[in-house]
């Protein structure tokens, strides 16, 4: 099912003695050079030694000549500030509704944008943001515990024309879609890994196909991988009493001539390492581990809500990486689904052993573009920090896109090279790849690396998400990341 918290979102045009009539329990005016309005102005400039930076805020003592509960007053954007700038501005006004227990926000967000955008941008951006923000996690607390209070968001403009209000309505809708997709993600990634198991992921994706009768998913099962000789893909959940599963989702919104983008997501319930065991701090975050299949089920709420005209296929490799007596061993060697044999020198690199099998099974569909998304490597923190996803490809066109869409989301990667001399990395005696090699070098490069010898027969792109699809301590929660990208880049239909 997809998970959403706005009921609604809507768009209204009103004029100043609306402002003041407007029934809401939370107004949020957004100030900037171009407010014109004259009792905003004036409230503004009583409280104008509290609002000095750009989304610093304020609650209107006593705002009588309001109607609203709460009137909120947000310093806006200037437009020399960046887009992350702006998302955080809006992400503490999702929480402040749900702090004051609003059940609705209504939000002028002003005509200030960052350069390059225009207006519907701006709505995109905040329906998006605001439903992805007011979203809190409460499934496995107490029924006592905290629940989102926002339930509608009001986005009020003032004098469109006519054609303008409903590009506004469509953005807003197109908003909404996104940062429902991307709760979905965070709410399959905050799922306690005992909550998640493939078998539950799977009765999951098979609900959001009632929702979305758009969505056809079919599901493998272990003897069905095995059959269609997924040795490299099955060796990860040897080790574990919860069966491995594969779903695919096929969403048809485009031209049936046209050929299907696919994303292929690793779904590793929880990764223990296997019998190369993770240390045990933090083990915990490891349940964040099916992020990337977490995308794809985000993703494709998203296409079918909005009726999208794209042809995507979405795959979905889940299963958990145990250690037992039938756990794959250091120095096993499989055989994958492309005939290659794989020698697993470390239990713990089993991303790479999953996706390998998907994207050789991907193939079947002549995919035009195949993007992987997987929690993939510690080393990508490293390399890049928290706030861009790793992206590495063999055709440049392709992670050009990817990068343009991170940046016009604000859901941003960067790439990695990834070079023919990278490639020895995955040599060894006693099969045709190891699926380690390199040592601490370049690590997120060198699983890169051994996926491209999976994906040579279409255009490929990783992007390494153990970065950005989780905040770590002290934090701990899924952000729903790359759900914002993948969705900008087949909206926009950039891969054309
Ligand atoms: N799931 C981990 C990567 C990860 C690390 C995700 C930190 C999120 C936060 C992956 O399966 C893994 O264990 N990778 C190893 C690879 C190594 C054994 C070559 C790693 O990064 O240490
Ligand atoms: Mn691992
Ligand atoms: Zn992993």
């Known amino acids: 099912m997809a998970y959403k918290v706005l009921n609604n979102v809507s768009v209204k045009d009103v ?26 102005n004036q409230l503004a400039k009583d409280v104008s030694s509290h609002l000095k930076e750009s989304g610093s805020s304020v609650l209107v003592p006593n ?27 809006y992400q503490s006004i999702a929480q402040k509704g749900n702090q004051l227990k609003a059940k609705d926000i209504s939000i002028m967000p002003g005509t200030v944008y960052p350069k390059g955008k225009c207006e519907m941008w701006l709505i995109e951006m905040v329906a ?15 029924k006592t515990a905290k629940k989102p209070s926002v339930k509608k968001l009001n986005i009020l403009v003032s004098s469109l024309t006519k054609s303008d209000l409903i590009k506004a309505k469509n953005a807003a809708k197109k908003g909404y879609a996104i940062g ?18 493939p078998r539950i992921i799977e009765k999951k ?51 049936s001539s046209e050929k299907p983008v696919a994303l292929v997501g ?5 990764d223990t390492g296997g019998v ?70 470390n239990t713990d690199a089993e991303g790479r052993l999953i996706l390998a099998d998907c994207l050789t099974y991907v193939g ?15 080393a990508v923190v490293i390399a890049l920090g928290r706030h861009a996803s790793g992206v590495m490809t063999n055709d440049q066109h392709l992670a050009d896109m990817i990068i343009e869409s991170g940046e016009e989301s604000g859901d941003r990667a960067w790439q990695l090279p990834l070079w023919d001399e990278h490639q020895s990395c995955t040599n060894t005696k006693y099969a045709d790849l190891a699926n380690i090699g390199g040592g601490r070098e370049a690590g997120t490069i060198h699983a890169a690396a051994f996926l491209s010898k999976f994906t040579k027969d279409y255009k490929w792109a990783h992007i390494d998400i153990a970065a950005t699809a989780s905040y770590s301590t002290p934090v701990k929660a899924g952000t729903g990341r790359p759900v914002p990208l993948i969705s900008e880049l087949l909206l926009s239909k950039r891969l054309k």
Not at 63 to 89: E, T
Not at 180 to 197: F, I, R
Request: net charge positive; proline share 3%; aromatic share 6%.
């Open 63 to 89: 705002a009588k000549s309001f109607n609203a509960k709460n009137v909120l007053l947000v310093k806006g954007f200037q437009d020399s500030d960046q887009i992350h700038k702006l998302i955080s501005m």
């Open 205 to 255: 994706v098979k609900a959001m196909t009632k929702d979305f009768p758009k969505l056809k998913v079919k599901s493998f099962n272990e003897n069905q991988m095995k059959k269609m000789g997924m040795g490299s893909f099955l060796s990860v959940s040897r080790g574990s009493e919860e069966p491995a599963r594969m779903m695919v989702i096929e969403y048809k919104g485009g031209k």
């Open 276 to 345: 190369s065991i993770k240390p045990s701090p933090a083990m915990d975050e490891m349940k964040w581990d099916m992020c990337g299949a977490a995308t794809v089920f985000g993703v494709m709420s998203m296409l079918a809500r909005l009726n999208a005209n794209v042809n995507v296929v979405g795959i979905m490799g889940c299963a958990e990486n145990m250690c037992s007596s039938k756990a794959t061993k250091p120095g096993d060697v499989v055989t994958s689904m492309s005939g290659q044999t794989i020698e697993i020198l």
């Open 364 to 378: 079947k569909y002549k995919p035009s573009h195949v993007i992987d998304m997987a929690t993939l490597t510690g």
């Open 128 to 142: 998006k943001t605001i439903e992805s923000n007011v979203y809190i996690f409460s499934e496995t607390c107490n």
């Open 180 to 197: 429902e997709g991307v709760n979905s993600a965070k709410y399959l990634g905050d799922l306690p890994a005992n909550h998640c198991t």
């Open 15 to 40: 004029t100043s003695s609306d402002l003041l009539s407007l029934k809401t329990d939370l107004l949020v005016i957004v100030i900037n050079k171009n407010t014109k309005d004259k009792v905003v």
């Open 266 to 270: 690793k779904g590793v319930t929880f």
